[in-house]
């Protein structure tokens, strides 16, 4: 049957969604070889610093980057935020074990389902590498909850208000800032970054590649 | 002037003469066949005793705007077959301007060109609309009302476009050809742009026709329709039939279908849908369960008998 299928190697994309942990500077990429989001054939990329309405901040450099804020190997910026029944839950809680943190778009969202689906069905094995699961979005403790039940993920979900860790740890937009990015970030014992994967529009590869890492940690 | 794409203008609550409720009085209510038996487990201390109750009788639901074959807003009018006839003109005369320009200028590779450049957004722009009116809007929106709440009469019952006049299913899209390649058959006479519009315009103005073809089955197609179908040249009857599966959200396009694989492989409307949701606050249809409105009612065979 005739189709209008491009090879992914016609389209700008990316093989590895990895982040390096010295990526070179660009001006106002559109798309960059050291980025990080791929949209599923294409890839996009904003930085945090660019001065894009879902990712500006006034504390961000000027200069035009593509500096992720956390990289692989850094401690990410330590937060305190609310989760789906209301209690305060700091980082801080987890160290001692390895965490997966993951930031998604909003809950109810189609990739956001799977990819809350996808880490419950696999919760188990997260439990096994004795890692935590923590996912977090600027959605209320009230859509959270709504969320985790209707779904029942057995992990936590935090708010993260106006965005605002998301910002810090340099959580990159898609499509030209138009987008929340999708990007998960595995810690170890010691609370050091060892993974960054990012994927928009294949949310279950998440799972697979941070489970990939935990089994060497 | 209804714009661009009406895909099934279905008979609603709203047409002036309310044919379809008249007509409905007159026949026996459809039964709306749903039989099932239940059973009554009772428990006692140390045993389960399933106790069988009767099949209960189906129940009979009236539901006034379930399509008939006998539906007179399925039937070509005289204002239909005009505007059909105007559309054709003015594509027609969009052809002649390209045929005559090409042999006066002795091009004919750029014409062909732009041809099939026409062939091939007009299956694009098919899918893009289709998207739109699927997932935003209801029967209350402006201009695209009446349009969003056909689109949810042919989701519920799309076997009806088989039974719809040729004219009565293609007028719409005429009317919107008519007024658009109009203009352009005025004010161009470049061959090459000829050869971009009347085959543009022709695909979308024959894009329900090819739609209500990939709802008809193998042995009652014409065998070039069959042909055309199978070479991936007009939509074909099972990728169409995978965008009426809920929560029909992909296989939007439906003049040749040749966009479909790309745009759902890429997540080209979740994207979009994504944007639309996070820069606008409006989720798409596609994103919840579909209502009553919206899932498909199986035809049964009192819906195709002829009394």
């Known amino acids: 049957m005739a189709s209008l299928f491009l090879p992914k190697h016609s389209l700008p994309s990316l093989l590895s969604t990895q982040i390096p942990k010295t990526p ?9 070889k050291s980025s990080h989001s791929q949209f599923y054939g294409l890839t996009f990329s904003s930085s945090p610093s660019l001065p894009l309405p879902s990712s500006s901040s006034s504390s961000s450099p000027k200069k035009a980057s593509i500096f992720a804020k956390v990289s692989k190997g850094q401690v990410p910026p330590p937060f305190t935020l609310k989760d789906q029944d209301g ?89 030209f800032g138009t987008l929340p990015g999708r990007q998960t970030y595995v810690l170890d014992k010691k609370g050091v970054v060892q993974l960054i994967y990012n994927n928009q529009f294949q949310p279950e590869k998440h799972i697979d590649e941070t489970l990939k890492l935990l089994q060497t940690l | 002037m209804s714009t661009s794409f009406p895909h099934h203008k279905y008979y609603s609550l709203r047409s002036p003469n309310n044919v379809g409720r008249r ?45 008939s074959i006998k539906d007179p807003d399925l039937l070509s009018t005289w204002p239909h077959r005009a505007w059909v006839a105007s559309g054709c003109t003015t594509v027609l005369i969009s052809l002649l301007k390209c045929a005559t320009g090409s042999a006066h200028s002795h091009i004919w590779l750029e014409p062909v060109l732009a041809g099939l450049i026409g062939y091939v957004l007009a299956d694009l722009g098919s899918g893009v609309y289709h998207w739109g009116i699927d997932n935003y809007g209801d029967a209350s929106t402006p201009v695209f009302g009446s349009q969003i709440e056909a689109f949810q ?23 919107v050809v008519t007024f658009t390649v109009l203009p352009l058959d005025l004010v161009f006479n470049d061959p090459v742009v000829h050869g971009f519009v009347w085959v543009c315009s022709g695909c979308i103005m024959f894009s329900q026709q090819f739609h209500a073809w990939a709802h008809g089955t193998k042995s009652r197609l014409p065998p070039l329709v069959v ?45 979009l849908e994504m944007i639309l949701f996070f820069q606008l606050g409006v989720r798409p249809r596609s994103w919840s369960e579909p209502n009553f409105g919206w899932i498909e009612e199986i035809e049964t065979p009192s819906q195709t008998t002829v009394y």
Do not use: M
């Open chain 2, 153 to 175: 009469g042919h989701h519920k019952w799309p076997w009806t476009i088989t039974r719809r006049q040729f004219a009565n299913n293609l007028h719409a899209l005429a009317r």
């Open chain 1, 24 to 32: 070179s500077l660009h001006s106002l990429p559109l798309v960059s």
């Open chain 2, 227 to 271: 042909a055309l179908q199978d070479a991936g040249l007009l939509v074909s009857r099972s990728q169409h039939a995978a965008h009426h599966h809920a929560p029909y959200n992909n296989n939007y396009c439906i003049v040749s279908g040749v966009w479909n694989e790309f745009l759902d492989e890429n997540k080209v409307f979740e994207a």
């Open chain 2, 23 to 67: 007509h409905h009085r007159r026949f026996p209510a459809l039964v709306h066949c749903s039989a099932t038996s239940t059973a009554k487990a009772k428990h006692k201390a140390d045993q389960l005793v399933i106790v069988p109750r009767p099949l209960t009788p189906p129940p009979i639901t009236k539901t006034p705007d379930r399509p």
């Open chain 1, 87 to 175: 209690k305060t839950v700091s980082l801080s809680k987890f160290k001692g074990k390895p965490v997966v943190v993951y930031f998604y778009p909003a809950d109810e969202t189609p990739g956001c389902t799977k990819q809350a689906c996808a880490f419950r069905d696999s919760y188990e094995k997260f439990k096994k590498a004795g890692a935590e699961v923590v996912g977090i979005s600027g959605d209320d403790p009230s859509s959270h909850k709504a969320f985790a039940k209707k779904y029942r993920l057995p992990f936590t979900l935090l708010s993260d208000d106006g965005n605002k860790v998301r910002k810090d740890w340099g959580v990159p937009a898609d499509l």
